[in-house]
């Protein structure tokens, strides 16, 4: 056991909880029930939270406390909980430890509320009721089965849409996806003469079964502009699959962040991104295999943000597994059929190899730091640009409230941008620019459809701009608005923004360097306030 002095440094959490002194029984046992149903932990009696101080407890009162939280602990907890009750001197001081072991006979509950009210789990350094689902979930571990081995009994596995699946499966493995392959992944099992599917096969199909039954199965991707939630740059929402969503979801990342060089080798120019891909490709694969998908209105969700990429999945962190302490090859599993199918497809690459591939590629990157926290029944893993600077504010010219000469040029910038692009400010929309006026009508597309290589919209100005907050390549920004032709990209939308000095050149003086990237300006920055400023007029 740590020494004392030690443990009192440390937040209270999911496995530590202080108080000064002995605590009612209710709030006592919820605390040993909530450590029981979880990772276990431990209570310290004779150490005040806030301020933290070691305050001690009578040491004449040591062996009645001990035999009075024994006597709480087996009389109101069920099943029986065995604590170790310890004591410790700390200069002279007190202090009773009640440590608890993660209970192998869960769920754990309050004898007097019965299980459906008295179950209670650790969520952060709070106890809370447990709802359905978790008690669910705690049966299940104590008969050592995962929900994804449960049955479906809607469709049999003949009736399943496995079309994706077993594309997948034949390209990473080389086999067919045959019922003897399935049956040795254990993904059906044969109830009354019938094949039917685990929850597993449903949630690597494509069935719509499994949107019914799982409509949060599903990973939400969002670019945020600035360091907060709020403004989207771009988002996207994966329904597919879920052998493939880590690969998607990874790609969206891949858009969002931008990658340069930082040395060379000899002639060989060295890449790097600005985030640690690899360790970031770890995290969205852990999400999506190790996420509880028994919780019901939760999905995985990614937001990017100038500052930090957040990857958060649901379920707490499996009691076992410890991410403070990355190095040691740990490997718990939640979902135990799916698990072995994911390493087959490569996702999964060795047993409790992943978090040291996140740690080794950490040290490659002392600017980024990585934090991790479970924010209610969520484990999320966020990684932090140290080095991010918060863009100077914009000088009083450039502020919302525009001058009124600034207001007058920038009518101008749009009269010539609208020239250059075919669009109109003033005028109706025509054939092949609606105006927003006339957007969901039969003459006219919905404003999100308005915009195509043919007739570019307003709201596609706005994006390649808020795209371009950071750093971005020509090829980057034609694969997000989905253009091929690149003399044409460059020629309709990229020169003009240069002329108007909405954007610039990060190597200027390299015009055709391959390195060559674009970023808005200050002056296209107070565009696109203008533009969002008056877009009921455009």
């Not at 062996?63 to 009750?85: G, R, T």
């Not at 001197?89 to 192998?104: D, L, Q």
């Not at 754990?108 to 299980?115: A, E, N, P, Q, R």
């Amino acid at each position: 056991m740590p020494k004392l002095k030690e443990i009192v440094n440390q937040p209270e959490g999911r496995r530590l909880e202080f108080k000064a002194s002995l605590p009612g029984n209710n709030e006592l046992v919820k605390t040993i029930i909530a450590f029981a149903n979880d990772a276990g932990g431990e209570l310290y009696l004779g150490i005040q939270d806030s301020p933290r101080e070691v305050v001690g407890i009578d040491e004449e009162r040591l062996i009645e406390l001990e035999e009075k939280i024994s006597s709480i602990i087996h009389d109101q907890c069920a099943p029986v909980i065995l604590p170790e009750i310890l004591f410790q001197n700390h200069n002279g001081r007190y202090v009773i430890v009640i440590k608890i072991h993660k209970g192998s006979s869960p769920p754990y509950f309050l004898k007097s509320k019965g299980i459906d009210a008295g179950t209670f789990i650790r969520v952060g350094s709070t106890n809370r009721q447990a709802s359905s689902e978790i008690i669910a979930e705690l049966e299940r571990q104590k008969q050592n089965i995962s929900f994804d081995s449960e049955l479906v009994f809607q469709k049999t596995v003949d009736e399943i849409n496995l079309q994706s699946f077993e594309e997948l499966f034949l390209e990473k493995t080389g086999e067919k996806l045959t019922k003897q392959v399935l049956s040795k992944l254990e993904l059906f099992k044969i109830e009354q003469g019938k094949k039917l599917p685990t929850h597993a096969l449903v949630l690597l199909s494509d069935d719509k079964i499994r949107r019914q039954l799982f409509p949060y199965a599903k990973i939400e991707c969002a670019r945020f502009k600035g360091s907060i939630p709020g403004n989207f740059i771009d988002q996207k929402s994966i329904d597919s699959s879920i052998g493939l969503q880590s690969e998607q979801a990874y790609q969206f990342i891949l858009r969002h962040i931008s990658q340069g060089s930082t040395d060379y080798t000899g002639v060989y120019r060295n890449d790097r991104w600005e985030y640690p891909v690899i360790a970031i490709r770890e995290v969205i694969r852990n999400a999506v295999i190790h996420r509880d998908y028994s919780l019901t209105g939760k999905d995985i969700k990614i937001a990017i943000f100038d500052d930090k990429v957040e990857i958060t999945s649901p379920g707490k962190l499996m009691p076992s597994v410890d991410f403070s302490d990355m190095e040691s090859g740990q490997s718990d599993i939640r979902n135990k059929t799916l698990a072995p199918v994911f390493k087959r497809l490569g996702i999964i690459e060795q047993w409790g190899n992943g978090l040291k591939l996140i740690a080794d590629q950490i040290q490659g990157y002392p600017e980024i730091e990585l934090s991790w926290k479970e924010p209610g029944i969520a484990f999320r893993v966020t990684f932090v640009n140290k080095n991010y600077q918060q863009p100077e504010e914009l000088q009083p010219e450039l502020q919302p409230e525009l001058q009124p000469e600034l207001q007058q040029e920038f009518k101008e910038v749009l009269s010539a941008l609208g020239t250059k692009l075919g669009l109109s400010w003033h005028q109706a929309g025509t054939k092949s620019a609606p105006s927003r006026h006339q957007v969901g009508t039969k003459s006219a597309p919905s404003w999100h459809q308005v915009g195509t290589k043919s007739a570019p919209s307003w709201n596609q100005i706005m994006s390649i701009l808020e795209f371009c907050i950071k750093p971005k390549t020509i090829q980057e920004i034609m694969q997000k608005e989905e253009w091929k032709d690149r003399t044409k990209f460059r020629n309709k939308y990229i020169k003009p923004f240069l002329e108007l000095e909405l954007l610039n050149m990060t190597l200027p003086d390299k015009p055709n360097s391959s390195n060559q990237q674009y970023q808005i300006t200050k002056r296209g920055d107070a565009f696109l306030q203008f533009l969002n400023q008056n877009s009921q007029r455009i």
